[in-house]
């Protein structure tokens, strides 16, 4: 495993197809140094209040939600295709159930409070300055709220402390 660290003015991203279509995995670590992770396919990247930033979504049910509320730091990884089964896994099972980063052979590492995976094509480690739920009576589109059963997302926006791609 070597990474190397990447300048975030020469990052190179699709960042639709990267986030939308071939997916990312949220991680955080609390404090008694326990991690878990989930797979997501909505958030992005851009810049807020002059600083760097990723932002993404967590429903209150997961498991990963006790993690990124507890923690100061979230990462987003970024896999190659041959991952996309352990993508699926974490995005299906619920680390509450089993310990799923074992069995889909991923292999975690902390990164000053903060989680990388081995296997990661890209890893991009953030520091939260803004977690708040969605509010519903904020949508202004129709086709919203189908998504939801009073399950509103909390959304980090995290600014981007370092990001590391793989060597
Ligand atoms: C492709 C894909 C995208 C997903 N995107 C999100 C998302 O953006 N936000 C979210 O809360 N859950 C999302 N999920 C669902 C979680 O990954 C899933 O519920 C996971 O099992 C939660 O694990 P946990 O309970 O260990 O946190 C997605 C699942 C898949 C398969």
């Known amino acids: 495993m070597s990474f190397k660290q990447v300048n975030i003015e020469s990052l190179s991203t699709e960042v639709f197809s990267d986030i939308g279509k071939k997916w990312m995995l949220i991680s955080a670590a609390k404090k008694d140094g326990s991690i878990n992770t989930m797979t997501a396919s909505w958030g992005g ?5 002059n600083k760097n930033v990723f932002f993404c979504f967590v ?17 987003i990884s970024f896999f190659g295709e041959e991952y996309r089964d352990a993508l699926k ?31 990661a ?24 709220e189908k998504h939801y059963n009073n399950d509103y997302h909390t ?7 370092k990001i590391e791609e793989k060597e």
């Open 45 to 49: 990247l851009g810049v807020l209040w």
């Open 59 to 75: 429903r209150p049910q997961r498991f990963t939600h006790e993690f990124t509320e507890e923690s100061d730091r979230i990462s």
């Open 89 to 119: 896994l974490c995005g299906t099972k619920s680390g509450r159930d089993c310990d799923k980063i074992a069995l889909s052979n991923l292999t975690p590492f902390n990164n000053n409070g903060n989680v990388g995976f081995a296997e």
């Open 121 to 144: 094509e890209r890893i991009i480690y953030g520091k939260k300055i803004y977690a708040g739920k969605l509010n519903p009576e904020a949508f202004l589109s129709d086709d919203i």
């Open 155 to 161: 959304v980090y926006i995290c600014e981007i402390e």
